[in-house]
């Protein structure tokens, strides 16, 4: 029976963005005052977990808010009132359905429950869910137990606790659910009916799959009590829980017609296992490819070993995704980070391995590699092999000492897929990580393809907001997806975390948003994509040190970075996954084109570059670079020296080498010397002179030597000492000086006046 369906009885109250004033802020009664004119309530158009909801601030003891439009109360109907809210601001009040009782008169009814049970809101953000029962008989559930005097209500909801808390709350639903409780008229099932105990004890799993075979197009009802399951079980009709199961971890439990987060949050009394349970019936057939979290948010107080829940396989490559809510971490013991030292041998002829680990059992897959010498950046072990001792990497060590001690520190993570082999085609979209400093965000599987994160924030992460200890980011997508810093206060050069890594090949970063990692990203293997991304890492330290915002990290990425805003941070371009870092008749720095970037810093000392190559070992040069059409821009600090540097930490770069240079149509403020590939500079002498010379050393990139001269173009005659014009040419000298950074013009005779000379750093190909 529904009232709704077979008498056309609107119970729901308007929606908010129709209108405040037929809203109450007493009993609802006509002519009592209303929102409308409160002052401390407003609509909000676009919320973005309700849509159109009612913003309040919280300024009464106990404040009311009720519908004016009076709700029917029928004998023997029963009325769910069911409301979203969440906490904005200030302090967080407890929340509760309220109604006020009428007569058929008009008259208010005295004696009877007028609130329902409270539910005190803990965190911001988080959506939580108030629902009562009203009815006009005592049975189980009913929290509004009225008499057969109630003809109608006012209904809304109640806001207890201390004042000035801010509160946003979804529109108000009113469903008849009588058939709760009148099973012979209604078109469900119950499992009690088919012998299920639900004392937690006995074994109802056969209970349940009798229910679910005489279903047979009607619903199931898990009434109130804990059910012990020991099998899998799937419903193919839609379930409404009441009472609550418990499953081994190996079973699982699918729910055909309403697999969603909130119903496996239903089924087992608690979201951190209703999840782990969702999540292993997504990677078995559930007639659904994507797992609807509806919003809710999940607070985890471990790491959650995605494999783990899954239990029963390793490997996956049809396609799968979570989407639409929120997970929240708890502050615990569970996310500490594990470190382990212990000594090693390093061979560049096995350059993924460190061998002779004698405690090899306990370091960790996924661990953080360091080490004092030749350890670049996001090495991460990939496997353990304890018979032979050997810890496997994610990347090549450069030039490493045979021995040395290491350290492996294994950071937690909200989402951990490191337990699969392979796993491809998995997506997460519309997901806030709130990880607040307690652990990091993703860690991706060890192999596996198309990995793809998007529209999702990964807020305060501890260590790393993504990361690939493996080739899981092989294809990797990240699009639209914030990245929020847990160290803004900190000083850029004492910041540790990072964004996100990649090691393999042929990734998409789109569009995303990072603040004040030390690194938006560490970036290996070659193939990438990076469009469209706005990092930035600045600080509020005087002529403050900045750091790379994304690092490519082999020699040769075969990569477009274009279109990115590149802010108080700089890129940098190294060898630090070459085993073997000096240059060795192999592909040098080239590959890498940067394109129409906006480049931009403040604050900063004249010696910063927001450009650097950082040759990890020596004879490398350029070998085909693009940098065109982006804007370096720096204000309130010191006017940069020029844009472009190399860090000869280690080594420089053989200039006398670069092949395919490509540096122009860039704009430049604040910048004192503007590189440019091939460089046109006008050189003007006043008196006679056989030797013109001109210094290109503030305008080659990288350092690059004048090794040829394409052009020279007098502008106006050339002539004599007499005053007489010449008609001659000279000759170029490129590579003059010390540096090699000058060209020198020989003519026939002493001459005079001004020509435009064009050369270049490289050699034509």
């Not at 001792?389 to 909200?414: C, D, W």
């Not at 008749?585 to 940067?594: V, Y």
């Not at 430049?668 to 030797?691: E, G, M, R």
Request: proline share 5%; charged share 20%; aromatic share 8%.
């Amino acid at each position: 029976m529904n009232k709704a369906i077979t008498d056309g009885l609107v119970f729901n109250p308007p929606k908010f963005e129709d209108g405040l004033n037929v809203w109450s802020r007493q009993d609802g009664l006509p002519g009592s005052d209303t929102y409308a004119t409160s002052g401390n309530a407003v609509l909000v158009p676009a919320d973005q977990d309700f849509g159109s909801c009612l913003e309040m601030l919280k300024t009464e003891g106990t404040q009311k808010l009720r519908s004016m439009g009076a709700t029917p109360i029928l004998p023997g109907c029963y009325l769910r009132v069911t409301l979203r809210v969440k906490a904005v601001s200030g302090n967080l009040p407890a929340v509760r359905i309220g109604a006020f009782p009428k007569a058929s008169n008009g008259n208010g009814v005295g004696g009877l429950p007028q609130a329902g049970p409270a539910t005190q809101l803990d965190a911001y953000g988080r959506v939580e869910t108030i629902t009562a029962i009203i009815g006009t008989g005592t049975r189980g559930g009913v929290d509004l137990a009225w008499n057969n005097t109630v003809a109608h209500a006012h209904i809304g909801l109640d806001l207890t606790g201390p004042n000035g808390g801010v509160v946003r709350i979804d529109d108000i639903e009113i469903e008849d659910i009588t058939s709760a409780y009148l099973r012979d008229m209604m078109d469900w099932v119950d499992v009690r009916d088919f012998g299920a105990v639900g004392d937690g004890v006995a074994d109802d799993t056969a209970a349940f799959q009798a229910a679910e075979n005489a279903a047979n197009g009607r619903s199931v009802l898990v009434s109130k009590g804990t059910y012990k399951l020991t099998d899998h079980v799937t419903f193919n009709e839609r379930v409404r829980f009441e009472g609550t199961v418990t499953l081994p971890a190996s079973k699982r439990l699918s729910l055909i017609k309403n697999f969603d987060l909130p119903s496996y949050i239903d089924a087992f009394g608690d979201e951190e296992e209703g999840f782990k349970k969702a999540v292993q019936a997504l990677f078995n057939f559930t007639d659904h490819d994507t797992l609807d979290m509806m919003g809710r948010s999940v607070r985890l107080s471990e790491p959650l070993d995605v494999q783990a829940a899954v239990f029963d396989k390793d490997t996956y490559a049809n396609q799968r995704k979570i989407r639409n809510g929120q997970i929240d971490v708890a502050a615990g013991p569970a996310f500490q980070t594990t470190v382990v030292t212990g000594t090693g041998n390093w061979d560049s002829n096995q350059p993924t391995r460190i061998t002779n680990v004698a405690n090899a059992a306990n370091v960790p897959v996924g661990a953080l590699v360091s080490g004092p010498t030749g350890v670049g950046r996001e090495v991460y072990v990939t496997s353990v092999h304890v018979p032979t001792q050997q810890v496997h990497l994610s990347a090549p060590l450069h030039g490493a000492p045979n021995a040395q001690t290491y350290t492996f520190r294994r950071f937690k993570y909200a989402l951990d897929f490191s337990g699969f082999a392979n796993l491809q085609r998995f997506t997460l979209q519309d997901i806030e990580f709130l990880l607040a400093g307690e652990c990091s965000g993703i860690l991706l599987p060890v192999n596996g393809l198309i990995f793809h994160v998007k529209d999702c924030f990964i807020t305060g992460p501890k260590d790393r907001g993504l990361t690939s200890h493996g080739t899981g980011c092989q294809g990797l997508l990240i699009d639209r997806c914030q990245f929020l810093s847990n160290e803004n206060a900190i000083r850029v050069q004492d910041r540790v975390s990072i964004g996100f890594n990649v090691n393999a090949n042929d990734t998409k970063i789109r569009n995303n948003r990072a603040n004040k990692f030390r690194h938006f990203a560490v970036v290996g293997g070659s193939g990438h994509i990076i469009s469209g991304n706005h990092f930035f890492q600045g600080d509020n330290e005087t002529l403050g040190q900045r750091t790379a915002g994304i690092v490519f990290a082999d020699s040769q990425p075969k990569s477009i970075f274009t279109a990115n805003y590149v802010d108080n941070c700089y890129i940098q371009w190294t060898n630090e996954r070459d085993p073997n870092p000096d240059f060795a008749n192999e592909l040098s720095f080239g590959g890498l084109q940067i394109l129409g970037n906006i480049i931009f810093s403040s604050n900063v000392p004249n010696s910063f570059r927001p450009i650097q190559i950082k040759p990890y070992g020596s004879g490398h040069f350029l070998n085909g670079v693009t940098i065109t059409g982006n804007t370096f821009k720096t204000i309130k600090g010191q006017a940069l020296a020029r844009v472009d540097g190399v860090d000869g930490t280690f080594a420089g770069l053989d200039t006398s080498r670069f092949v395919d240079v490509a540096v122009h149509s860039n704009t430049f403020f604040a910048v004192q010397n503007q590189f440019q590939n091939p460089i046109t500079v006008p050189l003007q002498v006043n008196s006679a002179q056989f030797n013109w010379e001109v210094d290109l050393a503030p305008y080659l990139p990288f350092a690059g030597q004048a090794r040829v001269v394409q052009a020279v173009m007098p502008e106006g005659p050339i002539k004599n000492g007499s005053n007489v014009n010449v008609y001659h040419m000279p000759y170029a000298t490129p590579k003059i000086g010390g540096t090699q950074q000058r060209v020198r013009l020989t003519w026939p005779e002493a001459t005079k006046g001004k020509v435009f000379v064009t050369a270049r750093c490289d050699a034509p190909t």
